[in-house]
């Protein structure tokens, strides 16, 4: 967000490093909030070896007084698991929360002391309307990813890393197939991230443009209806409008194709790895609690990947405001 600065040639997450001076004051509810982060993840990861046990010692035991134990012993377990998850998962989002409204809050008086002590020369050559952007739009778009985007990657992190780990322990050799399947999927969502980057950054400056006429037209409104140019001012805010529209329509459509492609790929692959599992119910290799708990980290790595890539796309667009 500097004054009139030159842009480089595409944003990248790593801009958002331009936000490190505001988030080192609260180093202590950072580290809180990621220990809740990883509490949260590893209460979500223990889910599988709990069902396991569950179909494994209360469903497929041969003595029916032993699996009604054992079904009391496994529903406790999973419930003591859904209530750990419960408590970490608010305890994470209150502390990502508050860091998100009160990292937000430092960068608005930050940009604005900034700018307030502007010479009169960039006030000449930037509009209104663009400074009011980048203390509204651009810092909103950064509390998005501070106080939800950024959590939400994280947590993905954790548990798709889990994940992935505790499959290729179980099933070592399916899964290191499947996880060099995956590694072909991450050329083409390279290019889908630059493409959503480069537009990312067009569609922040299109809504500048209508903000800096809108705040041109609004200061000088007298001047306007005197020569009665309400009709031609509409027009152009419409036409900017429209602009900053169709630059969002695009970003969208390419996110989405970038969102579609990363799913599918990922849940094809890993169907694969399953069905893989299934054959080795069959013969006997794993029990049926195993194929379970494999079903069920799956789910969860797919899960993970799909919301990382959306995350992903919000970050692309907050890197491309902070460049501004």
Known sequence: MSDRSPRSPSATPRSLGGLLPYVRPYRARIALAGLFLVLAALATLAFPVALKGLIDQGLVAADPGARVLA??????????????????????????????????????????????HQSPEFFES?????????????????????????????????????????????????????????????????????????????????????????????????????????????????????????????????????????????FGTLLWGLYQGTQAVLAGRISAGHLGQTVVFVIILVSAVAVLSEVYGDMLRAAGATER
């Open 126 to 266: 930037t509009q209104t309307g663009e400074v009011l952007s980048r203390l509204t739009t651009d810092t909103t778009l950064v509390q998005t990813v501070v106080g939800s985007s950024l959590s939400m990657g994280l947590r993905n992190s954790v548990m798709g890393l889990g994940a992935l780990i505790a499959l290729v322990v179980t099933n070592p050799w399916v899964m290191t197939q499947v996880l060099g399947i995956l590694l072909l999927v991450v050329l083409p969502t390279m290019y889908f991230g630059r493409r959503v980057r480069k537009l990312s950054r067009a569609s922040q400056d299109r809504v500048a443009d209508s903000s800096a006429i809108a705040a041109e037209v609004l200061n000088a409104i007298p001047v306007v209806q005197g020569y009665v140019q309400e009709r031609r001012e509409a027009s152009r805010f419409a036409e900017a409008t429209e602009r900053a529209f169709e630059t969002a329509r695009r970003r969208s459509a390419v996110r989405a194709w970038l969102v579609a492609f990363v799913i599918t790929a990922t």
């Open 71 to 116: 079904l009391r012993g496994q529903f406790l377990l999973l419930f003591a698991v859904g209530a750990a998850l419960g408590l970490f998962s608010a305890a994470r989002f209150y502390m990502v929360s508050w860091l998100g409204e009160r990292i937000t809050a430092d960068l608005r008086n930050a940009v604005y002391a900034h700018v307030v």
